[in-house]
């Protein structure tokens, strides 16, 4: 008897679109791997492709790549994208929309997202992303601060369900307590709107910005997720460990703000820790969870060492190919089937309370931290 | 077969007393956790307590916390506390003192301990709490230096077994390889002494305390224990982490001193390294033990990658709940088992090392560390 | 059915000689350790040594230690290397002999080596030795820096297959993106020298060094291999984990250049990552498999969460000691050939697939990059 089956609903945390245009050999490659030059076929996301999407395409599991390709081809994107977005199992789907594609590559909106892979789809606005659209437009400083906030503040009342900061590649995760003073704020914002919304790495427009998130998190009820753990080559992976967190964390842990760290390996036992000590924290493994292949299971366990039950969530990370968001399904599935029925197999807990973790770790806590109707 | 049983003695290197009050559910929670905020029944620790503290007290394992907390109310904290520790089949508990309970709640001395549990209980002094009590009557800078001294020294001469820091939550572990000067630590001392022992923070002050600990560690063979890795809010993690004590160690490999690394999860595996380079370095994982449940044994074969088996030893870190010394020995025995009967099965050493290896990690390392006579 | 026979051919992609001469049971201990005090019998190598290298000297398994020693006196160094190395089924191995021998003790030369081994033998150059060689005699500043760039061209003229920096021991592994301008490197070459080639600790001469060991990396087609990870208490843990060497990375990704990282462990998870990020980056986990014992296999499976199958290689460190090399390999292919049953057992990829992955971490990712004939 498993616990887990193909039916458990999921809610993914924290995804991307996928290419709405068919893909070559490598453009395909490149979205494969969070590496800007090599391709990655020939590891644990490229066996699992193999193994678990091709299936889906009508294909023996561990076909050839080639074969994997000329299939994607024959079907097409769309094709594609629905069956293996569909079969997926997720009931909703949070889509980050600041980042976009690669080389111009056109990226579905979440409407078209939610049609094509038949759940909902929620906006999470993306906090750096919003800042340098404005700062390029020619704006003044008082009204660049202004309208960051505003811009926010009618994004979620236009229906985005969270923020999120990508501070982990800019200036890393080291964040003070305590938000710049006005006077830092605006001499910074001065000097970096010359540059007419250039990539924002100063670090003291990065902290108002991410505590300004912290402060419509606890006002307006949505979490704010932070980009933690690796990521693509622009990031330094010493300066995205969110252990850094400490003062953040500690100083927003009795606002109402809740703050959702992304990611994180290979530092999820330290977020791990985090969520233990503070109620306010969400955790997830999700970009691990496509590339690590088999070994989902392993890092999960590793979470939730210290993680309390309530505070994790499922995420893909899915960006680009709808495999990614697919593979993230699949293997949370078999990662957390075996886990549970490992524990209820030692007696570690009953069936019921492993049951009951299952279906709040892949969907009960989401729902509950963003406000979403549960699955039944 | 298996080659720990029920039967092995422990040693437990590192605890403090229970609380002597019944506890109503929101002040049991509030000890159930490291953090200073959020219940924490829904996680591993949760599940453990159900699973092997309730059959202890006539409940069927996995009863619910509310049957629980019910029954402790019926039986009282005393016959719980007696109840609990005398099962954990734990002959020496060494108690540090220096941590009194939260809200006032008094916790018992090491007597009253050694009389609950029926075993024998030791006291470990904290230097950070001799320093602040001495501080917090008049003294003058040359005072103050010299009381803290023999206050140690009297300390060990009455019976206290080990030296404690937690310099760990003060300024991290990156400690200098040699103490202050005096002129360095006396403008420190008299800086400091105006606040009257508020909780010392002072850099110069603890490099010199913890300096200090180690000469009296090797002059009066007691050793000195750090406090690394996890903790409550208080710690910032990336500063506790062991492997920022490499000056430290290198510089006190020699002079007889002998460095206790508490806790060290999730840095348990550089502390592991540690003990492998320094033979004065012990080890242990044990505040992780019983809040990670299941996977204590999976933490111990990490640590046990290179620390080699004479370094490392058992401790509980039980505070104020019987119920964590308890899991803390429960979990030992069943991972410390497990691993040990795969090492058997898989060949990689016969019963009889296995067996030898089970008994030093349990008591003998501790035994021999801190002068107290081995378990038969 | 299992994948990795005792058959399955390796390439060794960093190791050092062996000693000499025959070693009682002190010298012989200084060597089955990275500590430079302690012995190490009692921990996960001391059981491996006595589990598998004690048959190849016709002792039983799991002999006492006193046993073994007395067999390798019997024997002498000569006999019990041959066999050892021999019987580890390595077809070449990869000599750093920038280390010499502790207490004036002998090593072996690539050709002696070689010709014990009954493999091909090649050479790696180590950075520093090269230049604090050349700084001992009485150069001036400008023949110093074109001398050090000469002898190591003259070097990989004459077979060396490999430059290796232990910039790790010295100032970190923080490199910047940019080697040091001419008068940075001038500067300090003239400080330096001033000392006759005392050991290389300036930061400048450093950084000038290994960013020229890139540039010749890229122009001669030889991989620069990095110390990272855990090593003698010459190194501060936290600075040599390889997550600090992004800006370099980033930097000579597209030059030409290939960086091997060795050891990585316990960063380990770390280095996979850099590898998933960069085609031009190696990965093993040399120094951890002896070490780790049984656990190999564990510190494996972490790795290739994200490294890439065609990133990772086979090495042992071996040192001094045969024995050292001998456990690298039958642990490696203990490790390898139960992480490769279990993928196909658990159906993550086909048989075909994981015995090419196989190969090609054992060997073929080794010979490929630094320019060796592949086992057929």
Not at 101 to 130: N, Y
Not at 159 to 169: D, E, F, N, Q
Not at 354 to 369: I, K, M, Q, Y
Request: aromatic share 8%.
């Amino acid at each position: 008897m498993t616990v887990v089956t193909d039916d458990l609903v999921l809610v993914d945390q924290h995804c991307h679109g996928v290419v709405t245009d068919d893909l070559d050999r490598e453009r395909f490659a490149r979205l494969l791997t969070e590496s800007s030059i090599s391709s990655n076929f020939d590891s644990m996301v490229g066996r699992a492709l193999r193994r678990w999407c091709a299936p889906r395409l009508g294909l023996p599991a561990h076909c050839s790549v080639d074969d994997y390709l000329d299939r994607r081809r024959e079907w097409g994107w769309r094709r594609v994208s629905t069956e293996l977005l569909r079969a997926a199992g997720v009931r909703s789907w949070l889509l980050d929309t600041g980042l976009t594609g690669a080389d111009d590559t056109p990226l579905t909106e979440p409407a078209d997202f939610a049609e094509l892979a038949g759940g909902d789809a929620f906006e999470v606005v993306r906090l750096e992303s919003v800042a340098e659209r404005i700062a390029s437009t020619d704006v003044s400083v008082d009204d660049f601060l202004d309208f960051v906030e505003i811009h926010l503040r009618d994004a979620i009342g236009a229906g985005a369900v969270g923020l999120k900061s990508v501070v982990a590649y800019r200036t890393g995760l080291e964040l003070p307590a305590e938000p710049p003073t006005d006077v830092e704020v605006n001499a910074a914002a001065s000097a970096w709107l010359r540059w007419n919304g250039q990539r924002l790495d100063d670090p003291i427009l990065l902290a108002w910005l991410v505590h300004l998130g912290a402060r419509l998190s606890a006002e307006l009820h949505v979490p704010l997720q932070l980009h933690t753990g690796f990521g693509d080559d622009d990031i330094r992976l010493h300066r995205a460990d969110p252990a850094l967190l400490g003062d953040f964390l500690r100083a927003t842990k009795s606002t109402g703000a809740t703050i959702a760290l992304l990611h994180t390996w290979p530092f999820h036992r330290h977020a791990g820790y985090l969520a233990h000590l503070f109620p306010h924290v969400l955790v997830d493994i999700g970009l691990a969870i496509p590339y690590v292949g088999d070994r989902a299971g392993a890092v999960l366990a590793e979470l939730l060492e210290l993680a309390p039950f309530g505070s994790v969530c499922f995420s893909s990370d899915g960006y680009g190919l709808p495999e990614l968001h697919h593979l993230g399904a699949v293997l949370w599935r078999r990662a957390l089937g075996r886990l549970v029925d490992g524990w209820i197999a030692d007696d570690v807990m009953t069936a019921a309370d492993a049951e009951l973790a299952a279906v709040n770790l892949s969907a009960g806590n989401c729902c509950r931290a963003y406000g979403l109707s549960a699955p039944v």
